[in-house]
């Protein structure tokens, strides 16, 4: 294998990519002696994303510009594999970084497969069993484990999945997950709504509760009964809470969200916030209501108790640590665990009091380590 200084290359598409990469571009960056790093946006999410890496200083190298309105999983993966093959060629990357589950993924990872570069896969090991919930992502992330060299877990539990379905142990390494290092840095700034912010069109005089809804397996009649327990909250308790909401662009979490609750009392609806704004609203929260991956791994750290408004979760150790619960999207459900955590102190503390098992914000650095210690093996380093 050859000594020379690596390059590598770290693609993202989405604005949760761009914040769980973050930290590990500039983990990479920081070590400039030993490996050259190159950036490439696909932007399979442009407004969120630019969001994110204004927030973290990051310029990319490459932006692919490829969002395109009302754009397909089909079109947008032909495009990221087509287009990606190109920057491949150009680059000549000896490893490439993707994280999670995305269309940009996956198709990421084909290309640098078809290409013969070697791939590490943050992120790696999550499962449901279910490729219908979440979907599209169990499917990608399942195809992006099978096609990289480096499985950067994020917990022990994802290990156990990647180990049971026959991956080596010598290609795993548990790291803790990238989203507590990134939060950390931004809880560390000092941030308040700047005036045309609008969060400040929010009461100040009662407790709120942060949702956040728009998986596509939760399209049509699950988000419609999400918004059905929602309505029922803000009638019956919007004198003690208030529920924020802000809400995904997409025509099919935007149009209904806003029939169904935009004229409702105790609901605000914001457009969608940039990650600082989303910090501060977790921060300033009492409780969470999400069918986001990371709000599930992002709250533990923060004491925030998280109803997960999906039927099964690939992240089952919130679950196990008793920070999170399984709400579904049955109204009745939501709205009963819901009321538990605003009236049982005892419910609320234990949840509040979970220790976050996602990490300890350093899982960027061991990422760092393992891929340049792969790409410069010890001699009995059988890689």
């Not at 050859?2 to 989405?14: C, E, H, M, N």
């Not at 594999?81 to 994280?99: G, R």
């Not at 939060?183 to 100040?204: C, D, F, K, Q, R």
Request: glycine share 6%; proline share 8%.
């Amino acid at each position: 294998m050859s000594q020379a200084k690596p390059r590598i290359l770290v693609v993202f598409g989405t604005r949760p990519e761009a914040i769980k990469m973050a930290p590990v571009i500039q983990a990479l960056q920081a070590r400039p002696d030993v490996c050259t790093v190159r950036t490439c946006a696909t932007a399979q999410h442009r407004e969120m994303l630019d969001q994110v890496l204004e927030v973290f200083q990051i310029t990319p190298d490459i932006d692919l510009h490829l969002m395109q309105p009302g754009q397909s999983l089909s079109g947008l993966g032909a495009r990221v594999l087509s287009a990606m093959d190109e920057v491949l060629l150009n680059e000549q990357p000896d490893w490439v970084l993707v994280q999670g589950d995305t269309t940009t993924v996956m198709m990421t990872a084909l290309a640098a497969q078809h290409r013969q570069v070697r791939v590490g896969h943050v992120e790696a090991g999550l499962r449901t069993y279910d490729r219908r919930n979440p979907f599209p992502e169990e499917m990608n992330r399942i195809v992006t484990d099978h096609v990289s060299d480096l499985l950067f877990a994020p917990t022990a539990t994802a290990r156990s999945y990647l180990l049971r379905e026959g991956f080596e142990d010598h290609r795993i390494f548990v790291t803790g997950n990238t989203v507590i290092d990134a939060l950390l840095t931004v809880v560390g700034e000092a941030w308040t709504p700047p005036p045309e912010s609008p969060l400040h069109s929010l009461p100040n005089d009662r407790d709120w509760i942060l949702v956040t809804a728009h998986r596509r397996e939760n399209f049509g009649q699950p988000l419609a009964d999400i918004c059905q327990a929602l309505a029922h909250i803000g009638r019956q308790r919007g004198q003690d809470v208030h529920v924020v909401y802000p809400v995904h662009r997409n025509p099919r979490v935007w149009d209904p969200v806003h029939q169904a609750l935009a004229h409702q009392p105790g609901i605000t609806l914001l457009p969608p916030v940039d990650y600082r704004s989303l910090v501060y609203l977790m921060r300033r929260c009492r409780l969470i209501l999400t069918d986001s991956g990371g709000l599930q791994e992002e709250a533990p750290s923060l004491n925030k108790p998280v109803l997960i408004l999906r039927e099964t979760t690939e992240r089952p150790e919130a679950v196990a640590a008793g920070a999170a619960r399984l709400a579904g999207t049955d109204p009745e459900r939501i709205v009963g665990e819901t009321y538990r955590l605003l009236d049982d102190p005892v419910a609320y503390a234990q949840m509040a009091a979970a220790v976050n098992p996602f990490g300890d914000g350093r899982a960027a650095w061991r990422i760092t380590d393992a891929l340049l210690s792969k790409h410069h093996p010890a001699p009995s380093d059988q890689f």
